[in-house]
């Protein structure tokens, strides 16, 4: 699904690894992550096709030192929905896949809460069809792999049993689909605010 990863993260990674990084007297560990999270796209339109109702699934897993890891986290989200004409009495379905790969570094400045900030990288497929003969000129079947961001977060961790960690968090993300409908000057922001809620623990 993604073929390259700029090289412009490596120096990101780097560089925050060199201003927050603690490698004094700490052990290496290694975090597992799962959560649900409520997102609201500001793409136009986008809420009265697919409805507000919409969440994604996320995993992944990082490596740490001490207060700082580098993670990999891995999201998938699916819809369907109906699409409206305009000026037409005409409605038709409509579905939604997108895949994203997030690489990110996290900070834990306290033991109760972090910040995170990484690019994220995936594909987008859409596809809206009408069953009425005549218009099926109307269909249209859209995907792109070429997409790529940025998100930022801010969690807060509650201490669980058997050293499992309940996670809230508030991110926003910056996702541009590009090319959109073959216009490489168009590119539209997938991205928006996120509320995440989950479970880490760290080995």
Do not use: C
Not at 22 to 46: A, E, H, R, W, Y
Not at 94 to 116: D, M
Not at 168 to 195: A, F, T, V
């Amino acid at each position: 699904m993604i073929k390259r990863i700029p090289k412009l993260f490596y120096y990101f990674i780097f560089i925050l690894s060199f201003l927050f990084g603690d490698t004094g007297g700490g052990k290496l560990s290694l975090i597992l992550i799962g959560n649900v999270g409520s997102f609201s796209p500001v793409v136009n339109n986008f809420t009265t096709i697919y409805g507000n109702s919409n969440y994604n699934l996320r995993g992944g897993l990082g490596l740490g030192w001490n207060k700082s890891f580098f993670l990999i986290k891995y999201n998938q989200f699916n819809a369907e929905g109906e699409s409206i004409v305009k000026s037409i009495d005409l409605t038709g379905s409509a579905t939604w896949n997108q895949e994203f790969i997030s690489l990110g570094f996290r900070y834990y400045p306290e033991k109760n809460y972090y910040s995170e900030v990484g690019i994220i990288l995936g594909k987008v497929k859409e596809t809206i069809t009408t069953s009425v003969p005549i218009l099926t000129d109307l269909n249209t079947d859209f995907s792109t792999n070429q997409n790529q961001g940025g998100y930022f977060l801010y969690g807060f961790n509650f201490p669980f049993i058997l050293g499992i960690v309940i996670n809230g968090e508030i991110e926003y993300d910056l996702i541009y689909l590009k090319p959109y409908k073959n216009n490489r000057n168009d590119n539209l922001n997938l991205g928006g605010p996120m509320i995440n809620v989950g479970a880490s623990i760290v080995f």
